[in-house]
């Protein structure tokens, strides 16, 4: 069955919200929850509460990196010092540890931010072409619902969207 | 009580005001484009004149090794703090007045941090010898010294510099799809859709983007705090007179917190009247930060007598003899100015008209960086003229105009990029001051309720 794309753009957060709140509470065939996008000009950390928990999983990404760093750096430095094993270090510790665990540290926040970074844009699907569904209004003061629907489902999708007052909606068929 | 922003802004308004300072600002911009690149000029001047002639022409010499370049070095690391104080402190601490003006503190950041970055490089003096102190795999298994403060620095200052841009950068993006979706086209929609990676505001996007933001923020605050100890480290860390101090790091945090504050102030009147931005960068918050700034001045002349005191009671008669140098010898009306300025100048912030009386603040802002600076002078060059050798006593050393040149140089340095940044990308953060407007009025709703509900309540009680 084909897919279609729609997008409707309300005025306003609770205008939204009533929307999702009903999607997500009436039993439409051919419509998965799941497949709601919001969009907003803002941040709206509530929406969790009506489109329930996502996961957002940059913190495995952070940890990661950050362990990758600190171990990495203190491995090569190290490694650069035990270079010299064969030299005599008067009394001194071949790899000092205190005066190591600066660079260490340094190379741990390094490789924390690059890594946290790099697992935002792999976990916001970022770099990625904008939809064809998309308004400019959404990045000035209007919110955006976007769903993926079967043919069966955009006629009572629409309807619901209209009855909560949407602004505008988009329709494209996709694949 | 004066609100820090109007809750009924429209949000069309805020995308409007900002995207319109990136067209045209008032002409004084020009005008500071203009002395910028002036000042960038002769400081350019200077270092190839440098360069081509030697280190001689800035009458560096042995014992007087740093002079200018390593005190403004330290200066211009120290305005870098402001960008990560206002960004990833006070937004831990969800102090939501720093929205409308973080976004210029971090460009700050970022660009002092460049400009602190170029003293190295010209105190070097053989600029193309700069990679020695990159650690790369040599045919002899040479490496750097890992012990090193300096080595430390190098590391410390190129992890700063890159989370600053990769923080300005995250933060930026839901800024770079607004300009994308709302200028004509032309290169610089270009520009903001290469940027903006295809941002559309959707919740997973904002979900991953607060929790990234989040945690750069966390890395970045002890990320500057050992910055400015590792650069303090390499003056505590030698056996120099004055320099071996155990309050160094802190002291020289705080001087950085400081100075960073101060210039925050000398931005934010600027950016205030060139880019328009009356409604965003308002009095109350011009209060808040002159009254943030006073506290942080309290804490550095705090530091600074304990500073003085350690050297003063610790029966260490070469650093004693220094402090002395410093308040009787050639350098004392430097060190009175700096103590003037950094530690009676900042009064005048508590004085409550003049807390938001703009041309007063300008000023004193100004005054409290030159104290600033004259501190980081004040902390490198009179120990040199007054080390452990008898020959080394009054070996003073006056900078040539080709330091001189270079350190003014560096202002207008820093002036051009950061005032290009501003034409080029937007300075006040929309998204933010739309978040601040919403919860703000959210806030005002929520209590008008409350005070209708208790208004119903009290006039029921009434008729009973």
């Known amino acids: 069955m084909s897919q279609h794309h729609i997008l409707a753009l309300f005025n306003n957060f609770n205008e939204a919200e009533?929307?999702?709140?009903?999607?997500?509470?009436?039993?439409?065939?051919?419509?998965?929850?799941?497949?709601?996008?919001?969009?907003?000009?803002?941040?709206?950390?509530?929406?969790?509460?009506?489109?329930?928990?996502?996961?957002?999983?940059?913190?495995?990404?952070?940890l990661f990196g950050a362990l990758f760093g600190g171990i990495t750096a203190f491995a090569l430095i190290a490694g650069s010092q035990g270079n010299f094993f064969s030299q005599l270090k008067g009394g001194k510790p071949i790899i000092p540890i205190p005066p190591d665990l600066v660079l260490t540290y340094e190379m741990f926040i390094l490789g924390g931010v690059y890594i946290t970074v790099l697992g935002f844009l792999v976990c916001a699907g970022l770099p990625a072409r904008r939809s064809k569904l998309y308004s400019a209004k959404v990045s000035e003061d209007q919110i955006g619902l976007l769903?993926?629907?079967?043919?069966?489902?955009?006629?009572?999708?629409?309807?619901?969207?209209?009855?909560?007052?949407?602004?505008?909606?988009?329709?494209?068929?996709?694949? | 009580m004066e609100k820090?922003?109007?809750?009924?802004?429209?949000?069309?308004?805020?995308?409007?005001?900002?995207?319109?300072?990136?067209?045209?600002?008032?002409?004084?911009?020009?005008?500071?484009?203009v002395i910028a690149l002036s000042m960038f000029g002769v400081g350019l001047g200077c270092e190839i004149y440098q360069y081509q002639i030697g280190m001689g022409v800035a009458n560096l010499n042995n014992p007087q090794v740093w002079g200018l370049y390593i005190a403004t070095f330290i200066f211009w690391i120290g305005m870098s703090h402001s960008g990560t104080l206002l960004s990833a402190i006070l937004h831990l601490m969800h102090a939501d007045w720093r929205k409308p003006i973080y976004r210029f503190a971090e460009a700050m950041t970022t660009f002092s941090l460049m400009t602190a970055g170029l003293f190295v490089m010209v105190h070097l003096g053989r600029l193309w010898q700069f990679y020695y102190a990159i650690p790369y795999p040599s045919e002899r298994w040479v490496?750097?010294?890992?012990?090193?403060?300096?080595?430390?620095?190098?590391?410390?200052?190129?992890?700063?510099?890159?989370?600053?841009?990769?923080?300005?950068?995250?933060?930026?993006?839901?800024d770079l799809a607004i300009c994308r979706d709302h200028l004509h086209p032309g290169w610089r929609k270009s520009l903001y859709t290469v940027l903006s990676l295809g941002w559309e505001g959707t919740d997973r996007q904002w979900r991953n983007f607060r929790?990234?933001?989040?945690?750069?923020?966390?890395?970045?605050?002890?990320?500057?705090?050992?910055?400015?100890?590792?650069?303090?480290?390499?003056?505590?860390?030698?056996?120099?007179?004055?320099?071996?101090?155990?309050?160094?790091?802190?002291?020289?945090?705080?001087g950085a917190l400081y100075s960073g504050c101060a210039a925050i102030i000398t931005l934010f009147v600027i950016l205030r009247y060139v880019f328009k931005f009356e409604e965003y960068m308002t009095l109350p918050i011009l209060k808040k930060i002159v009254r943030l700034t006073f506290a942080i001045a309290m804490v550095w002349t705090y530091l600074n007598a304990v500073e003085f005191a350690s050297v003063w009671y610790s029966?260490?008669?070469?650093?004693?003899?220094?402090?002395?140098?410093?308040?009787?010898?050639?350098?004392?009306?430097?060190?009175?100015?700096?103590?003037?300025?950094?530690?009676?100048?900042?009064?005048?912030?508590?004085?409550?008209?003049?807390?938001?009386?703009?041309?007063?603040?300008?000023a004193v802002s100004l005054l409290l960086n030159l104290g600033m600076w004259l501190e980081r002078w004040m902390i490198v060059s009179p120990t040199f003229s007054h080390g452990y050798y008898p020959y080394l006593w009054d070996n003073n050393q006056w900078p040539t105009l080709v330091q001189w040149g270079i350190v003014f140089g560096s202002f207008g340095w820093f002036t051009l990029l950061f005032m290009g940044f501003c034409k080029l990308f937007p300075s006040v953060s929309m998204y933010e001051v739309k978040e601040m407007v919403y919860h703000r009025s959210l806030a005002l709703k929520h209590t008008e309720r409350n005070l209708a509900v208790n208004a119903t309540e009290l006039a029921e009680k009434g008729a009973h």
């Open chain 1, 147 to 175: 769903v993926k629907v079967d043919q069966a489902a955009v006629v009572t999708i629409k309807s619901i969207f209209t009855k909560h007052q949407a602004l505008e909606i988009q329709e494209e068929a996709g694949k």
């Open chain 2, 315 to 362: 029966h260490d008669e070469a650093s004693k003899a220094v402090l002395i140098q410093k308040a009787t010898g050639i350098y004392a009306p430097f060190w009175w100015m700096m103590n003037f300025c950094g530690s009676v100048v900042p009064f005048v912030m508590m004085i409550k008209r003049l807390q938001t009386n703009i041309p007063v603040m300008f």
């Open chain 2, 143 to 174: 490496w750097p010294n890992f012990q090193s403060p300096l080595l430390w620095d190098a590391m410390a200052i190129f992890t700063y510099l890159s989370s600053s841009v990769i923080f300005l950068f995250i933060g930026m993006i839901p």
């Open chain 1, 18 to 62: 009533a929307a999702v709140s009903e999607l997500r509470s009436s039993t439409i065939k051919g419509f998965n929850f799941d497949d709601l996008t919001m969009k907003s000009p803002i941040e709206h950390p509530e929406v969790e509460s009506v489109l329930g928990e996502r996961s957002a999983n940059v913190q495995w990404f952070t």
């Open chain 2, 4 to 33: 820090d922003i109007r809750e009924s802004i429209e949000w069309a308004k805020i995308n409007g005001d900002v995207l319109k300072s990136l067209e045209s600002p008032r002409p004084l911009f020009w005008v500071i484009l």
């Open chain 2, 211 to 254: 929790m990234t933001y989040l945690t750069v923020a966390c890395f970045l605050i002890p990320l500057a705090v050992s910055v400015h100890s590792i650069v303090a480290s390499d003056f505590a860390m030698s056996q120099q007179p004055g320099w071996h101090v155990t309050s160094f790091p802190p002291y020289f945090v705080a």
